[in-house]
């Protein structure tokens, strides 16, 4: 309790901590929406992914929020990435496309 007393109380807290926890709530936002305008990656995992890093962060002064936020951080990234395992691979989708046309 000590150290999270001296890490919260400290002027460091407000230069460093506090810019870093801001940077990555938006981060986590901004790659939500990104994933969401993708086209190719699945649109509700940008939905699950966007507000973890509110909620992660939100987990320091609400415990369950820090759980919430970590299992929809854990089920969209699985999501995502079944996603792009079940695409076929460039070289099995490409191999007819990439033959020069002959005019």
């Keep these: 309790m000590k150290v999270n007393e001296a890490i919260f109380s400290s002027p460091a ?8 926890l801001l940077l990555y709530v938006v981060g986590t936002i901004l790659f939500g929406v990104a994933i ?5 990656l699945p649109k ?3 939905v699950l992914y966007a507000p ?9 002064q609400i415990g369950w929020a820090q759980t919430l936020g970590s ?6 990234g699985g999501w995502i990435a ?4 079940q695409r076929p691979s ?4 490409g191999a007819a496309a990439a ?3 002959v005019r």
């Design 36 to 40: 969401w305008r993708s086209g190719t």
């Design 13 to 20: 807290f407000i230069f460093l901590v506090l810019p870093g």
């Design 99 to 101: 033959q020069p046309r």
């Design 90 to 93: 460039a070289e099995a989708a």
């Design 52 to 60: 973890t890093g509110l909620l992660i962060a939100a987990g320091v």
């Design 71 to 76: 299992a929809l951080l854990v089920i969209a």
């Design 44 to 46: 509700w995992a940008g």
């Design 82 to 85: 079944w996603s792009v395992l």
